[in-house]
């Protein structure tokens, strides 16, 4: 995802906030990163124990607050891609 000029390390902040209520909802796996050649741009990889995991945890309360605060400083600009994971270090099994 993309920030406004100035928001990437609130953003990274914001969503650093939320590990233990991710774990409760279902998440394996959650890195968020940044670029020294991009300073707006935020990378945000998940591993989730199901689709239906992930489209759960979208509809808890806390995860609407922390939508709703980062949605002012970010510019609408996101990529995604969902994968089937096979495994690999840190993937439970």
Known sequence: MR????HRDDVVALLLDGEDGLRAAG???YVVGTSAD???LVWVYEVW?????????????ETKAA??????MLTGEFTG?????????????
Do not use: N, Y
């Not at 939508?67 to 002012?72: L, R, Y």
């Not at 891609?81 to 099994?93: K, M």
């Open 3 to 6: 920030t406004k000029p100035g």
């Open 49 to 61: 124990l199901s689709e239906e995991h992930h489209t759960a945890s979208l509809e808890l309360p």
């Open 67 to 72: 939508i709703a605060t980062a949605m002012p």
């Open 38 to 40: 991009e300073p707006d």
């Open 81 to 93: 891609q969902q994968l089937d994971i096979a495994g690999g270090l840190g993937v439970p099994r």
């Open 27 to 29: 998440c394996d796996l």
